[in-house]
């Protein structure tokens, strides 16, 4: 093969000669530099010689019609910044020359296996296929002529100008870049590789209209006539996508050559394989129809009006291609061609351009095409500024064995209306998290897939928990997503993973992607994932070191939380910290449709999130759950189960459709409307998960739901916990909320409580059948008060507390009548060694006869009946010497509660109830002026129950030969900060009473509670 360099003969102006030297920059490591110009080499051999040409240009082709933009949801687009203009023509220059002239080369045409050059200030016309070149270097300017051409090199660099079309005047001819360079087993960047460095690549061709769609009638399995919702100029030969409309693993996208085109209507090649549902669905005051029901109101305005799960139809032919070669290279290791941008004096324009046969398996930095490092010094963190005019839109990318499009360390490009289809790892991917004012509209990802194991460079692209490979990967929130559809992902549709500072190359920047703002997220369908169809949580958290090529991107729980300006939330240590509500910023997802994913619609950990006017249906499990703190979920339109439903297609052993769980009511449902959501006795089911009402023994916080609807569905089963159930594991110990307040009354009357059917809460309880009668326990009248957040000198911590627990409820003569037991759990139902060992790890089963509580273990309460009589103990671990506790929903002269507690008669207890500060209950313990303020009681010691029974709330008795202390609990104490209070805040709903008991000789004076309890220790009681 020939190896010689060509370079035409220089022009009049002045040409300079230096060595030929790229420093490469890959996302592996390394820098990048804008290469100097080679010396002139003329060849005497291995090329075309002739009169050939005059050497005139081609004339530039005629005006095509402008792309037309990405389709959005009937009536519901997402309105994104405006696009960057296309860059002004340039008029081709008087001496520019054509490839196929010999006097362009001095003589000879360069021939295969040739490497050319051309310099600085040489214009050439690409009029004629190229030879197949070893490496094309292009310092001045290589611009395709109006017909149908080739390019063939191993690879391509570009400092000058490589165009194709014009923004005025796209290309409509057929032009066709392959890139051959053999597989150079080190990553060097250059074999396949097109890449600008400092130069311009400018691509514009006309693209088919438009480049995707979504079907208007169904289409059946072995169906060729596919009917759209728009007409198109289609073609025959086009290739084009069917979406699947089923759960991941039912169907997947399916590839077809259109045979006819007329108007809407498109014949295939080939009928298609499995069924793609193609109607609209409306909401109607009976379920869902396939007819608009003029008479139906959402509870508010404004709401979805549809539910649209038409498959999503894309084109991926387009007149300019950039290939890598079909070779064995490609076939046994996904050697594909990559196109590379460095440096900020770029300029790259592509427009309705085909990548196939591209990304280069399991080598970092070779994308299909990908920006990096434009924004940022990788060796200071120093920012070198936003780019500008930087866009890829109308194009498709296919077929690629390393994710899609690619932006590394770099800001302000314009991803628009593109098409990732058939990717190995995430399609669009923002690589370090410092990636910033992109806009992500109107683009479709389909078949998102797992590298092969010895190509998978990052875990998050291989299987992780209720993860994978994306049609998003978005790691930095200041970036605009509108209008987008992701589907088929062995992940999720779009994954937001916002770590706590940024990653890779780029760790010297000064940003916190975790508090950052987020910008605006709008109006996006995400369907068919194996996990959450959108999921915001799970972070990487080891790329942030000297050399981050060599970590797995593995993955933590963390929470978002947006401050104002980006700045870091910090604890008094200087510590990342989840809360700082002087500076958090509320953040909004408005519009996102979410169907048919395998692990429901979406999972969260964030705090103050207004999710706003969504479509969910037919979803594995839960549509809505995770950890948000402080949000709402206002006007949606969720559905259990639609009419694209076939039960011989739901998920084998998958969860039922339910709707939402709120962690704990820390969301508010506020005037959405739930279909079809059936209720399952035994199961989490219906429009209203409980299974999450776990931290508050009484749980409130539906005050904060309003203007619900539940039509032709249950609200929903009411969770028990493990041991008010018939089978549970002896492992599984915790306590589930004893009672839920109904404030609107979908259960029973409103305002009542639901609660299990059992007598600790229902005995002397006004109560009916909770909905389905029979079947979803009670809904008693109440008042009911909370028994809750357990601390003793056994198990001094305040928020795990995890001993056993037993509350016997009795008559009024002391008779027990009923009982409620929470076993041990984490770390206490096991031998100390073997909890050291095991630490509870999911997936290691301790030794025979121990027991670890896999979650939860922390959480035990009881709910008490206002006027009840309880007494608690702790089995196992004796009689307290210190304890805590609080009583919740307890705060008017009319909510009583009589209690006992174990303790330990051999010390003389003194105690004290607090109104409003549970955060410091215990210093009154240990500081006698604690117990001066106004909102604290110290209860008078007295020598019989019925003196306290008589009482009013004042008073205690300690029962030294039973090891009991009796107290009585009466909501008459005055409550510190009502004025200011806001109105169903947690302070408000709940107003916590806490009550102390301890020993008044041991502890007084002692300090803290830590020196309270080391002197406890040192008695040496057992």
């Given at each position: 093969?020939?190896?010689?360099?060509?370079?035409?003969?220089?022009?009049?102006?002045?040409?300079?000669?230096?060595?030929?030297?790229?420093?490469?920059?890959?996302?592996?490591?390394?820098?990048?530099?804008?290469?100097?110009?080679?010396?002139?080499?003329?060849?005497?051999?291995?090329?075309?010689?002739?009169?050939?040409?005059?050497?005139?240009?081609?004339?530039?082709?005629?005006?095509?019609?402008?792309?037309?933009?990405?389709?959005?949801?009937?009536?519901?687009?997402?309105?994104?910044?405006?696009?960057?203009?296309?860059?002004?023509?340039?008029?081709?220059?008087?001496?520019?020359?054509?490839?196929?002239?010999?006097?362009?080369?001095?003589?000879?045409?360069?021939?295969?296996?040739?490497?050319?050059?051309?310099?600085?200030?040489?214009?050439?016309?690409?009029?004629?296929?190229?030879?197949?070149?070893?490496?094309?270097?292009?310092?001045?300017?290589?611009?395709?002529?109006?017909?149908?051409?080739?390019?063939?090199?191993?690879?391509?660099?570009?400092?000058?100008?490589?165009?194709?079309?014009?923004?005025?005047?796209?290309?409509?001819?057929?032009?066709?870049?392959?890139?051959?360079?053999?597989?150079?087993?080190?990553?060097?960047g250059v074999s396949r590789g097109l890449r600008v460095v400092g130069g311009k690549l400018l691509l514009y061709a006309a693209a088919p209209q438009p480049a995707w769609t979504k079907l208007n009638a169904h289409a059946a399995a072995g169906a060729r006539q596919l009917t759209l919702k728009q007409s198109v100029n289609w073609k025959p030969g086009d290739q084009i996508i069917v979406a699947p409309t089923d759960h991941y693993g039912v169907s997947e996208t399916e590839l077809r050559a259109v045979s006819t085109v007329s108007g809407s209507s498109v014949t295939l090649g080939s009928g298609l394989n499995k069924f793609h549902w193609g109607r609209l669905q409306y909401p109607t005051d009976t379920g869902l129809s396939l007819t608009q029901d003029s008479d139906y109101r959402p509870p508010a305005t404004p709401a979805p009006a549809q539910l649209d799960e038409r498959a999503a139809v894309g084109n991926l032919s387009r007149r300019i291609v950039i290939q890598g070669a079909d070779d064995d290279a490609w076939r046994n290791q996904g050697h594909g061609a990559h196109v590379m941008v460095m440096g900020l004096k770029s300029k790259v324009q592509v427009d309705g351009v085909e990548f196939r046969r591209a990304g280069q398996a399991g080598q970092l930095g070779r994308y299909p095409i990908h920006w990096h490092l434009l924004s940022y010094d990788p060796g200071t963190g120093a920012f070198l500024g936003d780019t500008t005019e930087h866009y890829v839109r109308n194009s498709a990318i296919w077929n690629s064995a390393n994710r899609c499009v690619v932006l590394h360390a770099t800001n302000g490009v314009s991803v628009q209306n593109n098409i990732c289809y058939d990717i190995k790892g995430h399609a669009f991917f923002l690589e370090d998290a410092v990636e910033r004012r992109n806009v992500f509209d109107g683009n479709l990802a389909l078949k998102m897939r797992m590298p092969q194991e010895r190509h998978l460079m990052k875990v998050h692209e291989g299987e992780p928990y209720q993860a994978g490979p994306s049609g998003f990967w978005m790691t930095n929130p200041d970036n605009v997503m509108v209008n987008n559809h992701a589907g088929d992902a062995h992940g999720n549709g779009i994954w937001m993973a916002y770590p706590l500072r940024p990653l890779g190359l780029s760790r010297k920047v000064s940003t916190w992607p975790r508090y950052t703002p987020l910008a605006q997220i709008e109006n996006n369908t995400v369907h068919t994932s194996r996990g959450p169809g959108m999921l915001l949580e799970w972070v990487p958290v080891d790329d942030n070191v000297p050399n981050p090529e060599t970590t797995p991107g593995s993955l933590a729980s963390q929470r978002y939380v947006p401050m104002r300006n980006g700045k870091p939330c910090l604890d008094g240590g200087g510590n990342p910290y989840d809360f700082c509500p002087n500076d958090q910023l509320r953040l909004t997802i408005k519009r996102t449709t979410s169907f048919k994913n395998n692990d429901g619609a979406y999972r969260n950990r964030v705090t103050d999130p207004d999710y706003l006017e969504w479509a969910v249906a037919d979803n594995v499990g839960l549509a809505f759950g995770g950890a948000a703190m402080n949000g709402t979920i206002q006007r949606g339109l969720m559905v259990g189960t639609s009419l694209n439903h076939d039960p011989n297609k739901y998920p084998a052993g998958a969860d039922l459709p339910a709707g939402l769980a709120t962690y704990h009511s820390m969301v508010s449902v506020i005037a959405n409307t739930f279909i079809e959501f059936p209720f399952v006795e035994g199961k989490t089911s219906g429009a209203f998960s409980a299974e999450d009402y776990y931290t508050a023994a009484v749980e409130r916080g539906k005050a904060r739901n309003r203007s619900n609807r539940v039509i032709s569905g249950s609200a929903g089963y009411r969770n028990l916990q493990p041991g008010l159930t018939d089978n549970h594991l002896p492992s599984e110990n915790w306590a589930l909320a004893g009672a839920v307040w109904d404030t609107e009354g979908f259960w029973g009357p409103k305002n009542w409580y639901t609660v299990p059917n059992t007598p600790f809460l229902t005995i002397g309880a006004n109560c009916q059948d909770a909905k389905p009668a029979g079947r979803n326990g009670k809904t008693c009248q109440g008042n009911y008060h909370g028994v809750e957040s357990i601390q003793t000198d056994f198990d001094p911590s305040r928020f795990e507390f995890a001993a056993a627990i037993h509350a016997s409820r009795q008559d009024n003569n002391g008779n027990e009548?009923?009982?409620?037991?929470?076993?041990?759990?984490?770390?206490?139902?096991?031998?100390?060694?073997?909890?050291?060992?095991?630490?509870?790890?999911?997936?290691?089963?301790?030794?025979?006869?121990?027991?670890?509580?896999?979650?939860?273990?922390?959480?035990?309460?009881?709910?008490?009946?206002?006027?009840?009589?309880?007494?608690?103990?702790?089995?196992?671990?004796?009689?307290?010497?210190?304890?805590?506790?609080?009583?919740?929903?307890?705060?008017?002269?009319?909510?009583?509660?009589?209690?006992?507690?174990?303790?330990?008669?051999?010390?003389?207890?003194?105690?004290?109830?607090?109104?409003?500060?549970?955060?410091?209950?215990?210093?009154?313990?240990?500081?006698?002026?604690?117990?001066?303020?106004?909102?604290?009681?110290?209860?008078?010691?007295?020598?019989?129950?019925?003196?306290?029974?008589?009482?009013?709330?004042?008073?205690?008795?300690?029962?030294?030969?039973?090891?009991?202390?009796?107290?009585?609990?009466?909501?008459?104490?005055?409550?510190?900060?009502?004025?200011?209070?806001?109105?169903?805040?947690?302070?408000?709903?709940?107003?916590?009473?806490?009550?102390?008991?301890?020993?008044?000789?041991?502890?007084?004076?002692?300090?803290?509670?830590?020196?309270?309890?080391?002197?406890?220790?040192?008695?040496?009681?057992?």
């Open positions: 093969m020939n190896r010689d360099r060509y370079l035409p003969p220089p022009a009049s102006h002045h040409f300079i000669a230096a060595a030929f030297s790229i420093l490469l920059a890959s996302c592996g490591g390394g820098g990048g530099d804008e290469p100097t110009t080679p010396p002139p080499i003329q060849s005497d051999n291995g090329g075309d010689s002739g009169s050939g040409p005059a050497p005139a240009p081609v004339p530039a082709p005629a005006p095509a019609p402008a792309p037309a933009p990405a389709p959005a949801p009937d009536g519901n687009d997402g309105i994104a910044p405006p696009p960057p203009a296309p860059l002004p023509d340039t008029p081709l220059p008087a001496d520019a020359t054509n490839w196929s002239d010999p006097a362009t080369w001095g003589g000879r045409v360069p021939g295969d296996g040739a490497t050319v050059v051309i310099p600085a200030g040489k214009t050439i016309v690409l009029d004629t296929d190229t030879r197949k070149l070893a490496d094309l270097r292009i310092d001045g300017s290589l611009r395709f002529a109006d017909k149908d051409v080739s390019l063939t090199a191993g690879a391509i660099t570009v400092s000058g100008l490589l165009q194709a079309g014009t923004g005025t005047a796209p290309y409509t001819r057929r032009a066709t870049i392959t890139l051959t360079g053999a597989p150079s087993g080190s990553n060097d009548i009923a009982t409620w037991r929470v076993e041990n759990g984490y770390n206490h139902y096991v031998k100390p060694e073997v909890a050291q060992r095991y630490a509870c790890t999911p997936g290691v089963t301790p030794p025979s006869g121990n027991y670890c509580s896999w979650k939860l273990g922390h959480m035990r309460h009881f709910a008490a009946l206002s006027g009840g009589r309880y007494a608690l103990s702790f089995p196992g671990w004796g009689p307290a010497k210190w304890l805590a506790l609080n009583i919740t929903n307890a705060a008017t002269p009319s909510d009583t509660v009589l209690m006992s507690v174990a303790f330990d008669g051999r010390l003389t207890a003194a105690a004290y109830t607090v109104a409003g500060s549970q955060w410091d209950r215990e210093q009154g313990s240990f500081d006698p002026n604690y117990l001066k303020r106004t909102n604290v009681r110290t209860l008078t010691p007295v020598s019989s129950l019925a003196a306290v029974q008589s009482g009013n709330g004042e008073k205690f008795w300690q029962d030294k030969a039973n090891n009991r202390v009796w107290f009585k609990h009466v909501g008459n104490m005055p409550f510190p900060g009502l004025d200011g209070m806001e109105a169903n805040s947690d302070d408000d709903l709940y107003r916590v009473y806490s009550a102390v008991v301890y020993p008044k000789d041991t502890c007084t004076g002692a300090g803290s509670l830590p020196a309270c309890l080391d002197r406890i220790e040192r008695l040496g009681l057992k």
